[in-house]
DNA sequence: CAGTGTGAACCTTTTCACAGCA
DNA sequence: TGCTGTGAAAAGGTTCACACTG
């Protein structure tokens, strides 16, 4: 297979992969297969060999990937042979986490600003940074030429928040606030909502109380929506 | 429609659906047409009354659902009538965060504790909550009955900690670590990680410059993989 | 007659299974 | 012989389109 579209489930796990074969490189690993690349990345060997069919063939038979060249492919593919300048939004809590995060500075994204829009804000200095006033935006994101915008504002900032990024010309966007922003097609997003993942696992959390109570017979009574 | 199973995209979906539906019901809604709640999570709104029709059919033609209703069958499907007991594994910058998190709480997600492994951290005052050591976690699981594990902590730190957590009987953990970890069947897992998901925008990102390059005709000699 | 509920069509993703190659 | 690469089958998810109803 050459060329052409990555289909987004795939995409969704090249960066687990790369981590996974950059442990590997680490531990003077030359080759693997999709076998042990699988184990490392939890999931089954089909799916590795799917998955990385679609950037070339790149494995030899009866052999495996060669570890460092396949680190190179995947970087290349997803874009982390350059660098990425990064603005976070909102400096509470979450953003004074992630811009202390080193993930991020290890992986090619430079945090290169931060703003808020509060006068307690403002000025504070986070890591090597000062947080500017959140009126900059623009000005910052032209100058620093920065293409991933973070919010990490209170739910009824985040639409606003958007809206700016959009006007500065980011198309780019991970939103960590606990709200549906609407953005023009031009633009991605990624959301993480921290209480929806809690959410998901309370579903299947109960569902593993109802399915015990059945099978120990007490569950006559009980509600079984969603119990398989 | 009645009961058995609800498919895991749709279980994804309702957290959405009910956070719209809270803020409907704030601003004074009392019913919802499919198409203004589709509007609200940023779907469309075929998709809002599949999944809502794994529920029961809780909608009225010609008009839409009840608002208070829906939020209440929502809430059971799941599990939000009752609270769950959350114990937070490592107390660095995103541990602190998470604890402070107003979000969680709010829907009836309880942290009960906080463990950590260095001697720094134990005893340190996190709101409302003293961070203990990680030896008494199970101890701790047993006598706050903890259903859900958050693990905050470096990666390395990652598959012992869930192990301990799966040895203390819990079945739902959420992973923040940058790490893939191992556990029996029975236990769900839910991960986020940070830079997978920059690296996916990252993805994208180059794909939008690459197409631009193209378009302005000076692409003859770029490399195209992943370029639809 | 507006809006739900749902078969049927369609698309995406996963898994299977094996031919083909080093 | 061992492992890749990939068609083909199966499963899962989304969208369409319309019969039906309050």
Known sequence: MRDRAIPEATVGRLPIYLRSLVEMAERGASTVSSGDLAEAA???SAKVRKDL???????TRGVGYDVAYL??????VLGLTQDWPV???GA?????????????TARGFRIVAIVDNSKGKVGERIGSITVEHIDRLGQICRREEVAIGVICTP??????VADRMVAAGIRSIL???????AVPDHVSVRKVDLSIELQ?????????????????GRGAALDLAGVP
């Open 71 to 76: 680190i190179h492919q995947v970087r290349r």
């Open 87 to 89: 603005l976070i939004a």
């Open 92 to 104: 509470g809590n979450l953003g004074h986490a992630l811009s202390n995060y080193k993930g991020f």
């Open 175 to 181: 939103n960590f606030a606990p709200a549906v922003i």
């Open 53 to 59: 069919s679609y950037l070339g063939s790149y494995g």
């Open 200 to 216: 998901i696992l309370a579903y299947y959390e109960q569902r593993k109380a109802v399915i015990e109570a059945v099978k120990g």
């Open 42 to 44: 939890g999931v089954n």
């Open 155 to 160: 739910a009824a900032a985040a639409q606003e």
